[in-house]
Nanobody
C-alpha cells in the first residue's frame, strides 16, 4: 500500500522559515516526479514546486527565490525549504509522487501569522 506522509508544518511569523518533509512508502519503483502543492479553504489546490528524478526543480512564480525543493532518491523522501514566509503562504501543503499515476499525502498545515 502506497503511503505519503508529510511533516514539518506549523505556525511561523512572517519572514520566518519552515522545512516540510515527505516520506513515501510502498513504492517499489523510482519516483519520476516529486512535488508540493497547497490549498486554502474554498480554493483550488495549486502547484508550488516539483523536482524530477534527475533533480531538475521547478517553482511557481509566487515562491521562486524563497522556496527550495530537494529530494533523497535512496530514501524516497523529498523536502520543501520555505524561507521568507508570507501570510499568503498560509495553506495546507500536500506532497505528491508520480509513479505512473499520482499519489498524495494527507497534508500539513502551514500558518504564517504574527
Amino acid at each position: 500500500q502506497v503511503q505519503l506522509v508529510e511533516s514539518g508544518g506549523g505556525l511561523v511569523q512572517p519572514g520566518g522559515s519552515l522545512r516540510l518533509s515527505c516520506a513515501a512508502s510502498g513504492i517499489d519503483f523510482s519516483i519520476n516526479l516529486m512535488g508540493w502543492y497547497r490549498q486554502v479553504p474554498g480554493g483550488q489546490r495549486e502547484w508550488v514546486a516539483s523536482i524530477t528524478s534527475r533533480g531538475t526543480p521547478g517553482y511557481a512564480d509566487s515562491v521562486k527565490g524563497r522556496f527550495t525543493i530537494s529530494r533523497d532518491n535512496t530514501q524516497k523522501k523529498w523536502y520543501l525549504q520555505m524561507n521568507g514566509l508570507k501570510p499568503e503562504d498560509t495553506a495546507v501543503y500536500y506532497c505528491k509522487a508520480t509513479v505512473g499515476c499520482d499519489y498524495w499525502g494527507q497534508g500539513t498545515q502551514v500558518t504564517v501569522s504574527s
